[in-house]
């Protein structure tokens, strides 16, 4: 059973246009997200998937000269760039990280990876209860070939998962409880949605050790950060 990590990115956000080569610690968003994933004891593989058109090119450029594995496929339609990017490098097994959460708990993707090795049957697991940016969510690579064609919707294809968690009684799915949302914590998000997105990140970052940190670290630095 061959586990990766795909990770989607581009450089065409509306809300914050080229936010993959904002810096984080001196390092490239993208950079830090790709580094921290490969803390995964149980991935074979770490791949950045971005788009086949010229607004990515930069993105691919930077992947490549940093070593990066990656992968170009379609723009709009990333769930067949997810389909695409794991037949290539022959996946069973894919969890999925947006470019946007450089503290995605890794721990929680492992545990959804063992969970898989353990029931070849399971279909599809994703976290839950904790802040946004700690979330993933893992499938196997015959799920998406069985539920895609030509009849999705855009925002099916899109979203990658939506269908999948629309219909979710019609699959073998788990969910794994993080416990990871305090209350006094909502108002923080961890992903990189906006501007002012990545100056919690890099507050966050400096804070922490190289990119083996845990997400009960990230919660006591939020902690910290709330009470100054």
Same mark, same amino acid.
């Given at each position: 059973m061959k586990k990766a990590i795909l990770?989607?990115?581009?450089?065409?956000?509306?809300?914050?246009?080229?936010?993959?080569?904002?810096?984080?610690?001196n390092i490239t968003l993208i950079e830090y997200v790709y580094n921290r994933c490969n803390e995964s004891k149980k991935a074979d593989?770490?791949?950045?998937?971005?788009?086949?058109?010229?607004?990515?090119?930069?993105? @691919?450029?930077l992947c490549v000269d940093k070593?990066?594995?990656?992968?170009?496929?379609?723009?709009? /339609?990333v769930l067949k760039r997810y389909i695409d990017?794991?037949?290539?490098?022959?996946?069973?097994?894919?969890?999925?990280?947006?470019?946007?959460?450089?503290?995605v708990d890794i721990k929680a993707i492992d545990k959804m990876f063992y969970?898989?090795?353990?029931?070849?049957?399971?279909d599809y697991m994703s976290t839950t209860n904790s802040l946004n940016g700690f979330i993933s969510e893992v499938f196997s690579s015959n799920l998406l070939n069985t539920v895609? /064609?030509?009849?999705?919707s855009t925002e099916d294809k899109e979203h990658?998962?939506? @269908?999948?968690?629309?219909?979710?009684l019609e699959f073998n799915s788990e969910e794994l409880d993080l416990d990871l949302k305090p209350k006094e914590l909502e108002k923080f998000t961890l992903t990189?949605? @906006?501007? /002012?997105?990545?100056?919690?990140?890099?507050?966050?970052?400096?804070?922490?050790k190289k990119f083996d940190f845990t997400s009960n670290d990230i919660i006591n630095i939020l902690k910290q950060m709330k009470d100054n």
């Amino acid at each position: 059973m061959k586990k990766a990590i795909l990770i989607q990115a581009r450089l065409s956000s509306s809300r914050f246009p080229k936010k993959m080569l904002k810096k984080i610690n001196n390092i490239t968003l993208i950079e830090y997200v790709y580094n921290r994933c490969n803390e995964s004891k149980k991935a074979d593989r770490v791949v950045v998937i971005t788009s086949n058109e010229e607004s990515d090119d930069e993105l @691919y450029r930077l992947c490549v000269d940093k070593n990066i594995a990656v992968y170009r496929g379609e723009l709009g /339609n990333v769930l067949k760039r997810y389909i695409d990017a794991s037949n290539h490098f022959d996946v069973d097994v894919i969890c999925r990280v947006c470019g946007d959460s450089p503290f995605v708990d890794i721990k929680a993707i492992d545990k959804m990876f063992y969970n898989f090795e353990c029931n070849p049957d399971l279909d599809y697991m994703s976290t839950t209860n904790s802040l946004n940016g700690f979330i993933s969510e893992v499938f196997s690579s015959n799920l998406l070939n069985t539920v895609y /064609n030509d009849d999705l919707s855009t925002e099916d294809k899109e979203h990658v998962t939506k @269908y999948i968690r629309d219909n979710i009684l019609e699959f073998n799915s788990e969910e794994l409880d993080l416990d990871l949302k305090p209350k006094e914590l909502e108002k923080f998000t961890l992903t990189v949605d @906006y501007p /002012n997105d990545i100056l919690i990140a890099q507050k966050v970052a400096k804070n922490l050790k190289k990119f083996d940190f845990t997400s009960n670290d990230i919660i006591n630095i939020l902690k910290q950060m709330k009470d100054n």
